[in-house]
């Protein structure tokens, strides 16, 4: 089993040093869902719970977030970030999430990724809990790492 | 089917005037998991993935985020916070975790219970993604809410 | 004419106790307006420069940017929000903003205003800076205020 | 008309991916002015509105503010910051305001200048606003952008 | 022995609840000195380490960070703060530091009087350290609080 | 005597420019002290004042601060963090804090190594506060920095 990284041998939290990690170019692609009613998303799809600004609001709150990681994860490092895509699709009753972040640095981007989600979700919760007050956030996971010594990894089938 | 009330007659968002509602006290305790694997588990109950740590590391993340729920959600009004709990339960091949806030206030503290939630589990997804890098964020949600106009709000059974 | 009150008797800046001040419920409208050229204006009304998500954009980021204000203005007493809303309004060759800020606290909420149509104005110009990169700011100032000990203050017709 | 970079297929906001732009020297200077009352610029050059401390204050608060940029405006990459100066030349009836900003990074830095500007702007009618409520800043525009793929960048004699 | 009121029965952190306590005004005064030498003591008599800014920015980052204290320290409450001031006193061949916090709160705000101290202090050794990389911070403390159940509190002479 | 690089020719405090300079590895190590009480060592000591958390959370307060410098120090460049470890070790009626921090970067990280000390000492202070409110801290200061122009500093046994 792999060594975990972020303790030291008296098994206090440390920001590990990643000064001999390549610079190299990285992704990484999460995703997420908030359920809810299909009230809520009637209301998305009839304008009423305007579709432009609760979907926009939750995309900025979690392009901003991803700024935002290394505020908020005690050991996250602060890296570049070079780019930001969050997507919000809504189906039957509930929103699907999907955040990619790229960086050409010497860590990963899976925390930055995640994070978009969540506060993405978070945000949508937010625009909705009025009408739904038990949306719920679910299934927020990596799907894609590119770069990096590991190369790409991509969830297997079976989590 | 109630009103949403952070649009205005343009649908633009907004943050809605809370000046009319009353102070009063009030609380949130919101819930999620984070699905790892029996052996990130082992982990933590053989001491090597230092309990201590990671799950404190966790927790004092998910108590300062909770301080900044209005920095991440962009409609979330500031508040004062007068208390704050997150436990973090290790079970079989997962990790529960549970946030109670409370305050007295104008507006209700379920965004900042969730928040708490959501980032206690981010830190501790980044504490064992070494190990377990396809660890899931799942039922991030509102269980009871007190205060307010409405009073309790518990969350009905079948959601 | 009235003493300055954020400095004291050597001159040193300092943030004036406000303890004495009463809770009322205060407001400040703040405008000011971005000028660019009609052909980024006619994007935004043939919806080839998104007017949701610009708009939404500029309107989002000057709502959150009301809540960091006592962060960014050194001496600004951190302070209840009880509201805002923030206007984008495009014309000819320009687009206008007005944020309204409500609470009910000791300190009156204008520079929160200035803020919220500052910060909106700078996120605009973001999205419109690739077409236009000569775009200005102007006219950013209170037009009115209410609450407080002075009461109601209007801008005078000839400032 | 060039084509609007942060905006995707669909009209939703996104962080452009700069990975493929060239690191190289940039630099952004951005102007502006607060327009107040000679009696306010009286005071500064009698000392009695202590000219260092509100100078020193808006000049600080221009600087940190420049750090803030990614935090405060949605789509800014969080970048490198090499360099900031933040000069304030008090003239008849009103304060001019210069922000240089410089980095060695993938995008340019005109939102960091013009943010420096604002915030300075915002920290000066701060100070003033006791004498002055009707401060106004103007005329907040990007006159010079050196570096990156376009190179120097200088604002028309007709805007 | 007072029982230590920042831990639950296991052993977890956690934001204590503050809501049963009572509302007052609240002060607290911390000192804390930066030992440096006398040239550098010299370069700020002379005007050529020069004095107003380099004090002056030491001050705006104390009362700056004053407002940031619950965003450092974990388990502290975000409150109200009324009003700040930070005094630099330059010595032989040190500064003295001191800052005086005030609110109306449910808790004390020593923590934001010793944050003020230390952050004015080490934006003081930032400014000098090109001149002495040696300057220490030193006697970082409380001397005084006021209000609350317990009432006065003044450090004894003993420590 | 080395010249002031943090001011212009007039005074004005600025952010250098760091353009000229390498990037190369930088370290600096920090120290300091909490002076308090032995009952609170005791108390340390019996895991009453529980080890794991109250250790913990200064701990990770230092790490999380470290990545905030430049949000405080208003002269701070922000740089890339590439590695920090705190240290808190109790003594008869102290805790020692000993912070390093690595990058690769244009400027030094003393600033960096000693706002971790700080904060660290003080959300120590604030655990124990409530059995010591006399605690201090002390002697906080640069021990070594490596890398850069000058190479290794090491302080002088007689500062």
Redesign the interface.
């Known amino acids: 089993?792999?060594?975990?990284?972020?303790?030291?041998a008296s098994?206090?939290?440390?920001?590990?040093?990643?000064?001999a990690k390549d610079v190299t170019?990285r992704t990484a692609t999460a995703t997420?869902v908030v359920r809810t009613t299909t009230?809520v998303i009637e209301?998305i799809a009839a304008?009423?719970?305007?579709k432009?600004?609760?979907?926009?609001?939750a995309?900025?709150?979690g392009?901003?977030?991803?700024?935002?990681t290394?505020?908020?994860?005690?050991?996250?490092?602060?890296?570049?970030?070079?780019?930001?895509?969050?997507?919000l699709t809504p189906a039957a009753a509930e929103v699907g999430i999907s955040a990619t972040v790229?960086t050409?640095?010497?860590t990963g981007v899976?925390?930055e990724a995640?994070?978009a989600v969540?506060?993405a979700?978070?945000?949508l919760?937010?625009?909705?809990?009025?009408?739904d007050?038990?949306?719920?956030?679910?299934?927020?996971?990596?799907e894609l790492?590119t770069g990096g010594k590991t190369g790409q990894?991509r969830?297997?089938a079976d989590?």
């Open positions: 089993m792999s060594e975990l990284s972020h303790v030291d098994g206090a939290a440390r920001m590990v040093d990643v000064s170019v997420g009230a209301l304008g009423q719970l305007p432009g600004d609760a979907l926009a609001t995309r900025i709150a392009i901003m977030a991803t700024k935002r290394p505020d908020l994860i005690p050991l996250c490092h602060p890296i570049a970030i070079h780019g930001v895509s969050v997507e790229r050409a640095d010497r899976e925390m995640l994070t969540t506060v979700g978070l945000a919760i937010d625009m909705i809990k009025a009408v007050p038990a949306a719920t956030i679910d299934a927020v996971r990596v790492k990894w969830r297997p989590r």
